[in-house]
């Protein structure tokens, strides 16, 4: 059974740049959510995807956006960055619409500069 | 809005001594309380679900609704242990957010030989 992979590992970007983050779920698992880390920080959730709508969504601007594929792996768009956006970001995936525990990635992390 | 607050940034403990991880949480209903653990070089992963009621490595955590409370306890700490610990609240079935897990700060414990 493959876990949670996410990539890239890191990346490096430019304030106002756009930037794509890429998650493949765990074999068998329908539902995606994705969280933004800042350093010495918990989790934050930004937004979460069952069968490829998007199913709950944190207090985050509509420049973050992301989508989920019929395969149920996801992207993480951010436009505009800021240099705020700078965070490691993580998915984590889940059987049934995320009523079961969540299986987290290694996460992406993201600099802006 | 749900909350979760641990007040401890970090703590330090003996081998062998018994440690506590304190977790509060806000929340107006009846909700889900985790802890997950993340060891150095790993991901986030689940230790324990309040549902489960369960022992996971030693580790134990009662919910207690009259304190909001979730603390997370073990009688003999052991140098192993040592990883950033997070608490996390879920709300109930059925709320638009189901599915979002809030986090707290989370607490990194060391525990010296």
């Known amino acids: 059974e493959t876990g949670v992979t996410q990539s890239p590992t890191h990346l490096i970007k430019t304030r106002g740049q756009q930037v794509t983050l890429r998650c493949s779920s765990q074999?068998?698992?329908?539902?995606v959510s994705w969280y933004q880390q800042a350093l010495g920080q918990g989790p934050q959730f930004i937004f979460q995807y069952y069968r490829e709508e998007e199913n709950g969504r944190g207090n985050f601007p509509p420049r973050f956006s992301g989508l989920q594929f019929p395969n149920y792996s996801s992207e993480l768009n951010v436009n505009a960055l800021e240099l705020d956006d700078s965070a490691l970001y993580l998915c984590a995936s889940s059987p049934m619409g995320g009523t079961y525990e969540q299986y987290f990635g290694p996460g992406t992390r993201l600099t802006v500069t | 809005a749900q909350r979760v607050t641990q007040p401890e940034k970090l703590l330090s403990v003996f081998k062998g001594a018994p440690v506590e991880l304190k977790c509060n949480y806000s929340y107006s209903g009846s909700p889900e309380l985790f802890w997950y653990v993340q060891y150095s070089r790993q991901r986030l992963q689940l230790l324990l679900r309040h549902i489960s009621r369960e022992s996971i490595k030693g580790f134990t955590a009662d919910l207690n609704k009259g304190e909001t409370s979730f603390h997370l306890k073990k009688p003999f700490a052991q140098e192993e242990d040592s990883a950033m610990y997070y608490c996390?609240?879920?709300?109930?079935?059925?709320?638009?957010?189901?599915?979002?897990?809030?986090f707290g700060q989370g607490t990194i414990l060391t525990v010296h030989p």
């Open positions: 996390a609240l879920r709300g109930v079935a059925g709320g638009t957010s189901y599915g979002k897990l809030t």
């Open positions: 074999s068998g698992h329908n539902t």
